[in-house]
Structure formats: structure tokens, C-alpha cells
């Protein structure tokens, strides 16, 4: 399953932030720093999936049968989010991430 790759770049060019994906290798960009934002877990009483978000200790409200339906619903929610990343979009280093993403 292909998903587009969303990340944020810091206008130093020095940082940049987005959801892990095993098929892109961001070693290519420098070393990595991996802290988790969300996890799937099942809800023993419903016996269905729900994303926890780790850092607002909470559920979305949305909950799911398929485990499958819940990480893509996951995926979703983080990179529609990656834009409250604090980082400001540097159209060059935007550029640069794109030419090495494009020569892999």
C-alpha cells in the first residue's frame, strides 16, 4: 500500500518532522530521532481498535473492527496534523527533500 509522504522541515533545514514510513529511508536526510505520538490499541470492552493520543492522554472517537481501518485512520490524523508542527515551510529545503526523494 502506497501513502503519500508528509513531513514539516525547520527553516534551518536542520530538522525535519513526519510520520515514519519503512519505504523512505530518512537516514538519507541525517540521523533520526523517533518519538511515538499515537498508538492503536484494542478496547477489551468493545473488542474494537482506537487510536490513543499519547501526548493528550486520550481516544479519538472514532473506533474500528478491522485493526487495519484504525493505523490507516491513525496515519491520517497525524499527517493532517503535521502542519501544527512549530516548524515554518522553507520552499528551498522543501526542494531539496523532494530532489532526494525523487533520486531514490
Known amino acids: 500500500m502506497s501513502r503519500e509522504l508528509v513531513f514539516r522541515i525547520s527553516p534551518t533545514g536542520d530538522t525535519v518532522v513526519g510520520l515514519y514510513d519503512d519505504n523512505f529511508d530518512w537516514r538519507e536526510l541525517g540521523p533520526i530521532e523517533v518519538e511515538r505520538a499515537t498508538d492503536v490499541r484494542l478496547n477489551k470492552e468493545t473488542q474494537e481498535w482506537e487510536v490513543y493520543v499519547i501526548a493528550e492522554d486520550r481516544t479519538l472517537p472514532e473506533s474500528f473492527v478491522d485493526r ?20 515554518l515551510k ?12 525523487s533520486s531514490l
Open 90 to 101: 522553507s520552499e528551498e529545503a522543501i526542494q531539496q527533500c523532494q530532489d532526494l526523494i
Open 68 to 87: 487495519a481501518k484504525a493505523i490507516a485512520h491513525e496515519v491520517e490524523y497525524l499527517n493532517e496534523r503535521i502542519d501544527s508542527c512549530p516548524f
